[in-house]
């Protein structure tokens, strides 16, 4: 299986104008028009006329829901794939769909649902008869168990590269030349309709500069390339640097519909303050894709990495480098072999010291394109290594570039933005990644205040602080565990507070103003626990009836029911707490049935409570059993008048009043359950 990566060649949005307008095409054209926009790969109007589609039938076709799902997936709107593949799979009764739950499975890994996700694949591999996909979760099971595992690296800063660099459509390719950031993207203002008329509706690679003047901005300046890199009619992009910046190398591609049609190298060396006129080179074009190059070095000679499709690779695309003639020129493509590339997708290698980043989707990953680091040892590969969280989230992260001190990168991930046109995942942001040389962190541990034993449960909540305001923060819940760890910036002063239910907050402030050498802070929080509320209560006095409300029967019987022994211990503890209190106990009926029957049957019943109480050890003597049976009707619904059942209901009580001891007490207050309807045809 080849997992399809839209947006990640062009990287823009684009809506086609359809011919006819949809209150004029039957749900049978829709659906045709549909399947010619997949065939044509403009997979935004296909799922447009397939949802047209969709809502025309009066029974729900699973095949195309099955294909919206997909489409949704594929323009990486995960959250709206999840749904879709879920109704997909509850509505496959007869198994026909099978791998639709392996979708599922990975859309709720892009969406970060790692035990979710875990399941669905587990689940999957129980039913699957495809041996691709029962090897592909697997590795996707080992994928999410290694994800949830992992820690970011505590030195590590991750943040978007700003809105004067990321539009609402997709930019990638970022590399740093000096304080100069080169990135490509389309940074159209609004969404473009192809409608047959001219427009410049292409990438091209632009220069950013002016970081860290405007910290909500990121950089100031931004400006494409002039015409010599930036040609009319071609997309242009994937911009890499000679160690000295004097070389260039870049791809023109064209699309066909929302997928790459056409790719080829080009370099063009550095001219005073611009580039000169680019060549294409000889050596990794040909009649394949050809794209993300980046010029490094193997066995003592230049080489230039780059990505392929061609005939004879692993599987998917793989990573080539052709040797430097030295004269312009290059050699024949060479395969990285199995130490890199797998039966899947291999993209953006970059190359530095002995060393190659890319990224993968055939390996152990955190969420579907990854970024892994190999070194070189003159001979081989070594095994190329996970980056782990921060560089890595549960969507596609590629793109990868770090300096020669190793302290400042780029990459591009579609992680949840929220300038993104479509969705919050549809289009991908440059961010850039930088590492402190000195890295300070926080464990809070939070604890009971009074027997000091470890509280889990609790939230935790880290402030920035501006002076006295509270500024950009961060939160925690930890339902297992009483820890709580928080990556911290240097020269900076922070408040946590520490909430847990039950429990006072409990509040910390410290700084990192004057740290110089990396070190873990560790704080003990303790968190005083909440008195609890004082229950509720009402004073009775002495031959006032009290209506016991959740005393309840079955249909002519006088069991007392679990319902009736929350109100029964109230009225025990009662008896306990006041020795020479005497009560009298009565049960009523409503008027329904005959008068002697619903008497006899409310003396059962009153003695049934009763019977309950010396039970537990109250003297016969201090209670007196009264059934009442329909003489004290508390309504207008006596005998021949019309009522609702809820209105019978009414009457149908049990009560207890003091006929001797104590003149007044003061009791817990009985709420009534919230009860619907009769229990068993209860009278």
Known sequence: MKLNIVAFLLLATVYTLSAQPSSTVDQGMMMQIGDEKMAEADYYNALDWYNRAYKEQKKKDNKLRFKIAKLHFTLRDYAKAAKWFARTVKSDRSGELPEALFYLALAQKYNGNYPDAL??????????????????SQLEIDGIKMAMKMQQDKALRIKNAGKN?????????????????????????????????????????????????????????????????????????????????????????????????????????????????????TGPNGDWIAKHPAPGELYGKEVLFFVSNMDGGKGGDDIYYCTSNGDGTYGLPINLGDDINTPFDEETPFYRDGKLWFSS????????????????????????????????????????????????????SNRPSINSLKSKTCCDDIF????????????????????????????????????????????????KANNFNFLLDLEKAYTIIVNAKGYYPDTLTFNTVGIKKSKTLNQKMYLKAMPPPEPETVTVYINEPI????????????????????????????????PDMVI??????????????????????????????????????????VGYGESQI???????????????????????KIIAGPKEIKIPKIVKKDVTGKKKGEK
Request: glycine fraction near 8%; charged fraction near 30%.
């Open 584 to 625: 009298e106990l009565s049960s009523h009926t409503d008027s329904r049935g005959s008068r002697t029957y619903n008497q006899k049957l409310s003396q059962r019943r009153a003695q049934s409570a009763a019977n309950w109480l010396i039970a537990k050890g109250i003297a016969t003597e201090r209670i007196k059993p």
């Open 634 to 656: 508390l309504n207008k619904c006596t005998n021949g008048v019309h009522c609702t059942d809820e209105e019978h209901r009414f009457n149908r009580r049990t009560e207890f």
């Open 119 to 136: 399941n669905s694949f587990e689940t999957y591999l129980g039913v699957s008869k495809d041996k691709d996909l029962q090897a592909r």
């Open 432 to 479: 850039i990644a930088t590492v402190e040389p000195v890295a300070v962190d926080i464990i809070a541990l939070v604890f009971d205040a009074k027997d000091k034993k470890p509280l889990p449960g609790a939230t935790a909540q880290i402030f920035e602080m501006d002076g006295q305001k509270f500024g950009k923060a961060d939160s925690k819940t930890n339902p």
């Open 547 to 578: 209506r016991l409300n959740n005393i309840y029967y079955d249909y002519d019987d006088d069991k007392i029911l679990p319902d009736a022994e929350e109100d029964l211990t109230i009225l025990l503890g009662l008896m306990q707490k006041y």
């Open 361 to 412: 989707n055939g390996y152990l990953s955190m969420g579907g394109l990854d970024i892994y680091s190999s070194t070189w040892n003159g001979s081989n590969w070594s095994k190329p290594e996970n980056l782990g969280p921060g560089y890595n989230s549960s969507v596609d992260d590629f793109g990868f570039f770090v300096d020669s001190k190793g302290y400042k990168g780029a990459l591009v």
């Open 165 to 281: 660099v990321n539009s609402k459509f997709s930019e990638f390719a970022p590399k740093f030349v000096g304080d100069a950031l080169y990135y490509s993207s389309m940074k159209a203002k609004k969404p473009i309709v192809l409608d047959g008329k001219e427009g410049e509706y292409y990438a091209k690679i632009y220069r950013a500069t002016g970081e860290g003047k405007d910290k909500r901005k990121g950089f100031e300046e931004t400006e494409p390339l002039d015409e010599a890199i930036n040609r009319k009619g071609y997309n242009t992009g994937n911009a890499a640097f000679s160690e000295d910046g004097s070389k260039m190398f870049f791809t023109r591609s064209e699309l066909a519909g929302n997928v790459l049609g056409t790719s080829e190298i080009y370099m063009a060396e550095k001219s005073g303050s611009s580039f000169a006129k680019a060549v294409k080179l």
